[in-house]
């Protein structure tokens, strides 16, 4: 990784940037995923986003929105995570969902969950979640939340739908 990279929480002034990264790095039919719908209507920024810079440019970005599941509060929505396509697979990714998931934990977070794809997050220990035992509002492939416990034992205490707080 390049050395001039710095990551630091997302600020207000990150916002227009981070939105015109979303379409280059996802492509369109974004906003019908179910995670969309959770974070539909939420701060755009939560103290736990993150972003990486180069001098003068933004090059990638996550966001986490805390949520409840099942009523119970304590857990983050990880997502998105973006990267700039010049800037893919030299670890900026990894550096942004491992420095978020150590801020989350220091900050007493107990479960992150997500939507992605298990390959690229079970390398910072996210799991399949059982089926039926957290679900979205809207569609979701059940192979595809994933749940890393930040806190020991802690996806036992969450059962139900993930909402914002
Ligand atoms: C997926 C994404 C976030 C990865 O970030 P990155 O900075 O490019 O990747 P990193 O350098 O952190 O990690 C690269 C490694 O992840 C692997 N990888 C990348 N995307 C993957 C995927 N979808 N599934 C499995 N592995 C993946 C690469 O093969 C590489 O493996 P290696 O370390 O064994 O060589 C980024 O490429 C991106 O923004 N993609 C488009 C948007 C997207 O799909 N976001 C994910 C939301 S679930």
Redesign the pocket.
Known sequence: MSLDVTVRPATPEDLPAIQALQPR??GPGRFTRAAYRIREGQPLLSRFCLVAVVPGQLI?SIRFTEVNIGGAPGALLL?????EPA?????????LVAEGLERAKAAGVRLSV????E??YARFGFLRVPPGQIWLPGPADPDRILAVELAPGALLEYRGLISAR
Request: hydrophobic share 45%; no cysteine.
């Open positions: 790095a996802f990638a997502g998105p995570l973006a990267v800037f893919a697979g030299q670890g900026h990714g990894r550096r997500l939507v992605g794809d390959p690229y």
